[in-house]
């Protein structure tokens, strides 16, 4: 039982590494585009990820499952920072998915992307967590 939990500990590890290196090449590639991301408040999707959740409350009516939930909501950032195109795109429930996509329709705006120092269009793709709370 020790080793096998040592192997998945070092496949962990691994993938870890992985991301990292893929994310960094992804980093490299967009500012040699001249990319640079919206920003939420000063910070990047992480941020405003941490705001949604912020906000969001599981429907009292929904509460039948004792489970969480997640709704996956596509957007983008205009040029001008605002946020449009709020749809889920994966959801089992549809009132989550109305929950979703009305609190991301609250966002304030953002800072919008640029694009060789032009303003440009962002789409995103953001998982929202529904999670009781005990």
Request: overall charge positive; aromatic content about 12%; proline content about 4%.
């Amino acid at each position: 039982e020790y080793p096998q939990m040592e192997f998945r500990r070092s496949q962990e590890n691994f993938l870890r590494e992985q991301e990292i290196r893929w994310e960094r090449r992804n980093i490299a590639i967009r500012e040699k585009a001249g990319f640079v991301a919206p920003k939420f408040r000063g910070g990047d999707v992480d941020d405003f990820a941490l705001w949604v959740n912020s906000q969001v409350s599981y429907p009292v009516a929904e509460r039948k499952y004792q489970d969480s939930r997640m709704v996956v909501v596509e957007f983008t950032v205009t040029k001008d920072g605002s946020v449009t195109d709020i749809h889920a795109v994966f959801g089992s429930d549809k009132v989550l998915n109305e929950v979703a996509e009305a609190v991301v329709s609250t966002s304030p705006k953002w800072t919008p992307g640029k694009q060789r120092n032009q303003s440009v269009r962002v789409k995103y793709t953001l998982p929202i967590d529904f999670r009781i709370q005990n």
